[in-house]
């Protein structure tokens, strides 16, 4: 019987195939958490695989125990969702048997099936680096940042006059206290993950059903009517309870990874649509403010927080994937599937190579959130700057588009080459700047490109600092 386990190959690498794996009689410690060795003499185990349960102290403390006591393989049951098991970098090298997590419920199946004596032996197929899924989500991270922005050109041209509550960042002042939010967002959700990911998910249900029905009232036929009208009409209070009812499927089915992705990645492209069109930079000097910063928060939670972060892992990396990131202590009780608390802050898309190995179920390639609306901002100004000066060709969002692209190309490439996860804004920050500069230098246009429109040069101290603005969606992208 072949069941899922879970394996980190920075610990002692597995076996490729079943042939070539070494068999092992198998140890019921299941009564046993092996954070110490205390009740467990090596005859026991000595040469054995042991079987132990996930909690009360770290993956690599429970690995260096049942190596002390001379056993040759660890497994470790669990109640809870399978996670890697990671550890801190220097603990890598001192492990030196194979780790890895599988379901207790199969464990109890195979005593069901082997009353006796256990053997067990541990494999990890290779998996193909290329996957289709990386085009699939190529192709929705572009159409989403490009269709944002021809959104927001379109409202600039005033053919929908009933979209309103915008805001527009002009001051840079603002746009640094925005970016300081949201580092000190990210460190509480850090600390207080357990609490903070349940208010996420309600903002994101909230936030995802007011974008899906901005999105319907944009494309729908009947907006030629006025606001008015709309507002109180039978058809949009039908509309806006149809989008409420998608967000809460989503929200009481969210770990459900057979179908429930699709959910997700409906309501994120909303998200990101509404975000894009709502938020609006002023001009190019904002923009370069505002993505040099986040390039820096970016690269900073994502490569120099593991130097402070006592396991060695990232905070951006431990808040996307929750406190289990770290091989959290956890506890051996088993939760319904709609308390597990995963942050949607990412578009989600199966593996194609991995559908045929779906003993662990699907496996997702993902995108967070941030990737698309960060340079899909500067999209956006490009294409209100294209109505601003009337370009026919629309020059400014078509070039900036492109960039996107090849920045999204770029970081897939140094991904699949490097064999990890790349801050994305990394690559895309300079590709769209860069490229939004020298097409403003060729036109000799980049004084105007700097400054914006003068009728958006107004009096900052009397305006709010959040005018008519959707407060949900602003909530999460502070917390992307």
Same mark, same amino acid.
């Given at each position: 019987?072949?069941?899922?386990?879970?394996?980190?190959?920075s610990?002692?690498?597995?076996?490729?195939s079943?042939?070539?794996?070494?068999?092992?009689?198998?140890?019921?410690?299941?009564?046993?958490?092996l !954070?110490?060795s205390?009740?467990?003499?090596?005859?026991?185990?000595?040469?054995?695989?042991?079987?132990?349960?996930?909690?009360?102290?770290?993956?690599s403390?429970?690995?260096?125990?049942?190596?002390e006591?001379?056993?040759?393989t660890?497994l470790?049951?669990?109640?809870?969702t399978?996670i890697t098991?990671?550890?801190?970098?220097?603990?890598?090298?001192?492990?030196?048997?194979?780790?890895?997590l599988?379901?207790?419920?199969?464990f109890l199946e195979?005593?069901?099936?082997?009353?006796?004596?256990m053997?067990?032996?541990?494999?990890?197929?290779?998996?193909?680096?290329?996957?289709?899924s990386?085009?699939?989500?190529l192709?929705?991270?572009?159409m989403?940042?490009?269709?944002?922005?021809?959104?927001?050109?379109?409202?600039?041209?005033?053919?929908n006059k009933a979209?309103?509550?915008e805001?527009?960042?002009?001051?840079?002042?603002?746009?640094?206290?925005?970016v300081?939010?949201? !580092?000190?967002m990210?460190?509480?959700?850090?600390?207080?993950?357990?609490?903070l990911?349940?208010v996420i998910?309600?903002?994101?249900?909230?936030?995802?059903?007011?974008?899906?029905?901005?999105?319907?009232?944009?494309?729908?036929?009947?907006?030629?009517?006025s606001?008015?009208?709309?507002?109180?009409?039978?058809?949009?209070?039908?509309?806006?309870?149809?989008?409420?009812?998608?967000?809460?499927?989503?929200?009481?089915?969210?770990?459900e990874d057979?179908?429930?992705?699709?959910?997700?990645?409906?309501? /994120?492209?909303?998200?990101?649509?509404?975000?894009?069109?709502?938020?609006?930079l002023?001009?190019?000097?904002?923009?370069v403010?505002?993505?040099?910063?986040l390039l820096?928060?970016?690269?900073?939670?994502?490569?120099?927080?593991?130097?402070?972060?006592?396991?060695g892992?990232?905070?951006?990396v431990?808040?996307?994937?929750?406190?289990?990131?770290?091989?959290?202590?956890?506890?051996?009780?088993e939760?319904p599937?709609?308390?597990c608390?995963?942050?949607?802050?990412?578009?989600?898309?199966p593996?194609?190579?991995?559908?045929?190995?779906n003993?662990?179920?699907?496996?997702?390639?993902?995108?967070?959130?941030?990737?698309?609306?960060?340079?899909?901002?500067?999209?956006?100004y490009?294409?209100?700057f294209?109505?601003?000066?009337?370009?026919?060709?629309?020059?400014?969002?078509?070039?900036c588009?492109?960039?996107?692209?090849?920045?999204?190309i770029?970081?897939?490439t140094?991904?699949?080459?490097?064999g990890?996860?790349?801050?994305a804004?990394?690559?895309?920050?300079?590709f769209t700047?860069i490229?939004?500069?020298?097409?403003? /230098?060729?036109?000799?246009?980049?004084?105007?490109?700097?400054? /914006?429109?003068?009728?958006?040069?107004?009096d900052?101290?009397?305006?709010p600092?959040?005018?008519?603005v959707d407060?949900s969606?602003?909530?999460?992208?502070l917390?992307?």
């Amino acid at each position: 019987i072949e069941f899922c386990i879970v394996h980190n190959h920075s610990w002692t690498p597995l076996a490729q195939s079943l042939d070539t794996a070494i068999e092992y009689p198998l140890v019921n410690l299941t009564s046993q958490l092996l !954070c110490n060795s205390s009740g467990v003499t090596p005859d026991l185990v000595k040469g054995k695989a042991v079987v132990v349960m996930r909690g009360d102290c770290d993956f690599s403390q429970k690995a260096l125990t049942a190596q002390e006591l001379g056993a040759t393989t660890l497994l470790i049951a669990s109640n809870q969702t399978l996670i890697t098991p990671s550890a801190n970098e220097s603990e890598y090298s001192k492990v030196t048997i194979p780790l890895a997590l599988m379901r207790y419920r199969n464990f109890l199946e195979a005593q069901q099936v082997f009353t006796g004596e256990m053997q067990v032996k541990l494999y990890a197929p290779p998996q193909a680096k290329i996957d289709p899924s990386i085009a699939v989500m190529l192709i929705i991270a572009v159409m989403t940042v490009a269709l944002g922005g021809f959104w927001s050109g379109a409202s600039e041209r005033g053919e929908n006059k009933a979209e309103s509550g915008e805001l527009f960042l002009y001051s840079p002042l603002k746009v640094v206290v925005l970016v300081l939010v949201m !580092c000190g967002m990210l460190v509480l959700m850090y600390y207080f993950y357990n609490i903070l990911v349940y208010v996420i998910i309600a903002i994101f249900c909230l936030a995802s059903a007011n974008a899906l029905n901005s999105l319907s009232f944009f494309l729908c036929v009947f907006n030629r009517f006025s606001v008015r009208n709309w507002n109180f009409s039978v058809r949009s209070i039908i509309l806006a309870s149809v989008c409420i009812v998608i967000a809460v499927i989503w929200g009481v089915y969210r770990n459900e990874d057979r179908w429930i992705w699709i959910l997700q990645d409906i309501l /994120g492209i909303a998200f990101c649509l509404n975000f894009i069109k709502t938020i609006s930079l002023s001009n190019f000097k904002i923009c370069v403010i505002l993505l040099s910063l986040l390039l820096l928060y970016d690269v900073f939670f994502v490569f120099i927080t593991p130097f402070f972060t006592k396991n060695g892992v990232s905070i951006m990396v431990q808040v996307a994937l929750g406190p289990d990131a770290s091989g959290e202590k956890g506890n051996m009780v088993e939760v319904p599937a709609f308390l597990c608390p995963q942050l949607p802050v990412v578009m989600r898309v199966p593996r194609f190579s991995g559908l045929a190995q779906n003993l662990c179920g699907m496996q997702f390639s993902i995108l967070g959130y941030g990737d698309i609306i960060v340079p899909g901002l500067l999209v956006a100004y490009c294409s209100r700057f294209d109505v601003w000066v009337n370009s026919r060709w629309k020059v400014y969002f078509i070039s900036c588009c492109t960039a996107y692209l090849m920045g999204m190309i770029v970081t897939f490439t140094v991904m699949l080459l490097s064999g990890m996860g790349q801050p994305a804004l990394l690559y895309l920050v300079p590709f769209t700047l860069i490229t939004s500069a020298v097409v403003a /230098g060729c036109r000799g246009e980049m004084r105007r490109f700097w400054t /914006g429109t003068s009728y958006e040069v107004l009096d900052s101290s009397r305006e709010p600092l959040l005018p008519g603005v959707d407060f949900s969606s602003l909530a999460l992208f502070l917390m992307l």
